[in-house]
């Protein structure tokens, strides 16, 4: 999707960033956010977000709902449990 080194600068950055497809399966997550959310890349990779975070729906899901109507959403906190029941 990216050059390696767009990757390399996602993982420099102070926020955990996620990514998703347009059909919503995880294509990547910075360090950060595999820190914060307590997984592994290589576990979510190509899995939709709902599967990752079961706790999240399509409407309270601010990656869909971006990927949805195409604005994006600043400046907010999610909180979520993950797939192992992590909050």
Known sequence: MFDKNVYDIF????????IIDT?????????????????????????????????LSQRSSTLLNVLHTGIPIKDN????????GEK
């Open 23 to 55: 059909k919503g399966r995880i294509v990547f997550l910075n360090e950060k956010a595999q820190k914060l959310d307590n997984i592994n890349l290589n576990e979510v990779l190509g899995r939709h977000v709902l599967e990752v975070y079961p706790s």
């Open 77 to 84: 906190t999610q909180s979520f449990v993950n797939f192992k």
């Open 11 to 18: 993982d420099n950055l102070e926020d955990g960033i996620t």
